[in-house]
């Protein structure tokens, strides 16, 4: 059984495996690409990775943060592109204003367009987690802003999140008290990141979603900047925090001489 | 000249020695305490530890706080007691909730002990940068409420702290516009800490305060839990941030085998 899956590009860079691929849900398209570890096989931690309003699955914080898994931890790594984004739509369509104003109004309008999204990212789980070098492995999720518009839901639906970094979102908008009723339901670990003069959703707001996830195992780590200014930072936070409940392996084969144990691990053990 | 210090007990545990002095500051006695890797020569980072109100020099998070940093990064670190705190009373008197009560009438009404306190700080960085073993190297600071309640007009006033942990404290209290003032007189990179829930300082309050410290490179950290229950994720962050900006040594010498590097200079190189 393939699910409905079609690979397309296959390459190697430095350690990492790339696939592009495309599923097919009940007739819908949904474009994905899949990083691990070059050689991987057995079990080992699948990350999914949510990108941000405008951008698309394989936009470089979504590339860099899924090859910063991979080679720092042996973990696998997946993103597929939201509604009305990447190729989802036609190319001639492609600019970033647009695309961000026809997500927002969607958003406004079509609470089916986050169960749909849902249902596509519990689709990609099925089928990644069907391969080798996947299989039934921990899950992580990593999604800001639009990455948690879409992942909150998602976090709060799939019970094999086990792990969630989300931020650079607020209790606001047409879908206030979903948002909260997601957010009560999420129970994993998580990492909440704010940008201190997000412009877009103001702290007061994230500070509300912040206050009402229902994880006891939760923190919230605030920068100055705009939304869209996150510092490398927070990159390194993401990737520590995901590896201190993914990992660290070594999984069965495929990581790297250079694989390093999570720095929260290290600093547990090292002491 | 040994600026009226005393040395007293001199001891040393698993590789960290540890001094205690009684330092004379115009006839002031200042009571506190020194750790430094054992045999520690030539010059390294020293991190000054402010205590809480109600504890003093060597309470638990203090005492393994200093052995941490000087046994993973081979640092120095020094407490002294706060006002009306440890061995500036008479052991009669040593009952907690008394000393909290005394502390906070002392901070509600007198400004010249937030004064007292900071020249006693810099007394003791200028005694201590004597010693071979540390001399003028690079000064952090960390400390939580009253640990930021008097840490906080100490880093302003000191150009030689270079890097700054504080939180759990608001803008609150008599002295509302002397903490603002201070807050925005610090510009050396600061990790702000809350606690969601604090019951002393509400978060409303720790977020103005954070909001008015003047350095461009700041974060703040919140996780869940009262006033006292701090993580020890808090206490592995600290160290973590301390470590990013005062080190990764070898410091001349002194440092253990098993010294390791900072876990964010371990992320930055490592990848």
Request: proline share 5%; charged share 25%.
């Amino acid at each position: 059984m393939n699910l409905g899956v079609r690979w397309l590009d296959d390459s190697d860079s430095q350690g990492v495996r790339e696939r592009r691929f495309d599923l097919d849900r009940e007739g819908r398209n949904v474009p994905g690409v899949l990083w691990t570890p070059t050689d991987a096989t057995g079990t080992r931690p699948l990350v999914l990775l949510g990108h941000g309003a405008s951008g698309n699955k394989r936009q470089d914080y979504v590339l860099s943060t899924a090859r910063r898994l991979a080679r720092h931890h042996g973990f696998a790594a997946a993103a597929i592109d939201g509604p009305v984004h990447g190729d989802r739509r036609s190319p001639a369509a492609a600019d970033s204003q647009a695309v961000f104003l026809h997500f927002a109004q969607l958003w406004s309008s079509d609470e089916e367009m986050t169960d749909e999204m849902v249902a596509d990212y519990v689709a990609t789980l099925d089928t990644l987690q069907l391969l080798d070098g996947i299989g039934a492995g921990e899950v992580g999720w990593w999604g800001l802003s639009m990455g948690t518009i879409l992942g909150l839901p998602f976090v709060a639906a799939e019970p094999r999140v086990r792990v969630a970094v989300l931020g650079l979102m607020g209790v606001a908008g047409p879908t206030r008290s979903r948002i909260q009723a997601d957010a009560r339901n999420i129970t994993c670990p998580v990492l909440f990141l704010v940008q201190w003069d997000d412009e877009l959703f103001p702290r007061s707001t994230a500070f509300e979603l912040f206050d009402a996830i229902g994880s006891k195992d939760k923190r919230l780590h605030a920068s100055p900047g705009s939304h869209g200014a996150l510092s490398e930072e927070a990159f390194e936070e993401s990737e520590g925090f995901l590896a201190r409940y993914l990992g660290p392996g070594p999984w069965t084969s495929g990581t790297l001489p250079g694989h390093r144990m999570s720095t929260r691990a290290a600093t547990r053990t090292g002491r």
